[in-house]
Nanobody, 119 residues
């Protein structure tokens, strides 16, 4: 099983980006999925999380600006980021609790995608 994140880049303050994370492999089911982020010199933190039934929760710092969603038919996770601020600059990692046919239930991480918010 692999998670492939994409969509990062350089954006001006106030701009928008959409991150994607596609899961592939011998997947039986995907439970909760999440986006974490790690800013330079800081610990990795949870940005947003979504359950298999679509319930969501957000860090206070992104609430009202970010929207997490998933397409279960495509095994893909999204993060729509609006009104971006310089403090949103970080490497964004996707994370998922996946049951695969060979090794059971495990947590998987994507490789990270860099988001830079700067003028």
């Amino acid at each position: 099983v692999q998670l492939q994140a994409s969509g990062g880049g350089l954006v001006q303050p106030g701009g928008s980006l959409r991150l994607s994370c596609a899961a592939s492999g011998s997947i039986s089911s995907i439970n909760a999925m999440a986006w974490y982020r790690q800013a330079p010199g800081k610990q990795r933190e949870l940005a947003a999380r979504i359950t298999s039934s679509g319930n969501t929760n957000y860090a206070d710092s992104v609430k009202g600006r970010f929207t997490i969603s998933r397409d279960n038919s495509k095994n893909t996770l999204y993060l729509q980021m609006n009104s971006l601020k310089p403090e949103d600059t970080a490497v964004y990692y996707c994370n998922a609790l996946i049951t695969d046919w060979s090794s059971g239930r495990n947590i998987y991480w994507g490789q990270g995608t860099l988001v830079t918010v700067s003028s």
